[in-house]
């Protein structure tokens, strides 16, 4: 039997912000449907936070699906978090800073903020009864010491599933795989791995960060998203189809991707 390696299809948030692309609420919720036939495991829908149209939106989205986990993102906000429980989601993900860059630098704040700030946000999620993931932003440049506290911590509460990003996309095949392995080894919790394309590995760190243990694979149509983009959806189940089962084939893959590739003009 091939391990299980669950799809979480980002194309709707993190494609959206693919340069110059807009998707209307038609059209996102036409590519849901498609996703959700295919039988993706998770539909990462949107940004709550963006407005009352994007509410609308993955609220819509619930009501329609059949099989596929809806999930809202959000920063590490109360504010965000408050919105998204209107569009009652499965799961609410909240994005965390981990990399001192990212703390120190651009945010001006320390780890105790954001130990702090990331406890009040999942505890406000899992006293609603919301599934809760936590993605760690720009992974790939913090210290492993850090996001093993985080993951521990997190765990602790009841959250069983960290997102590690390689928000700008610098890890290498090697660097991703011992990065995965580490994290699952010192905490047991799940990983889902989120790459980047900016140096032309997104597909080539997830099957190696998929080698490594992370059950869960962010993926989007075309691979795309900011800046380079992400993981190819299809890409990653023409080469790792054989290896797992990730609940479709490659020709249904390739089958979904023409046609969210028509439905968003891509």
Not at 183 to 192: N, R
Not at 237 to 254: M, P
Request: net charge negative; proline share 3%; glycine share 6%.
């Amino acid at each position: 039997m091939k391990p299980v390696r669950h799809i979480v299809d980002t194309t709707l948030r993190d494609g959206e912000q693919s340069p110059g692309l807009v998707m209307t609420p038609r059209q996102k919720l036409d590519a849901a449907r498609i996703l959700d036939a295919a039988g993706v495991y998770q539909i990462e829908a949107g940004i709550p936070a963006v407005g009352s149209v994007e509410i609308d939106t993955i609220s819509a989205m619930m009501d329609d699906r059949k099989n596929a986990r809806i999930s809202a993102w959000n920063r590490l906000r109360l504010e965000d978090l408050r919105l998204s429980v209107s569009c009652r989601p499965d799961i609410l993900h909240i994005s965390t800073p981990v990399s001192y860059v990212l703390i120190y630098t651009k945010l001006k704040k320390n780890k105790s903020w954001v130990i702090k700030n990331l406890s009040a946000c999942v505890e406000f999620a899992l006293e609603r009864d919301f599934d809760v993931t936590v993605g760690f932003e720009d992974a790939s440049r913090a210290d492993i010491t850090f996001m093993v506290t985080l993951a521990q911590l997190l765990r602790d509460k009841g959250v069983s599933r960290i997102r590690f990003a390689d928000t700008v996309g610098v890890l290498s095949p090697s660097g991703a795989f011992q990065a995965v392995k580490e994290l699952i080894t010192a905490t047991g919790i799940d990983v889902e791995f989120h790459a980047h394309n900016d140096l032309g590995m997104a597909v080539a760190n997830t099957l190696t960060g998929a080698a490594a243990g992370a059950a869960f694979i962010d993926t989007t149509i075309r691979g795309i998203g900011e800046r380079a983009g992400n993981c190819d959806y299809f890409k990653f189940v023409h080469a790792a189809a054989d290896v797992y089962d990730l609940g479709i084939s490659k020709f249904d893959a390739f089958v979904v991707e023409e046609k969210i590739t028509s439905i968003l003009s891509l």
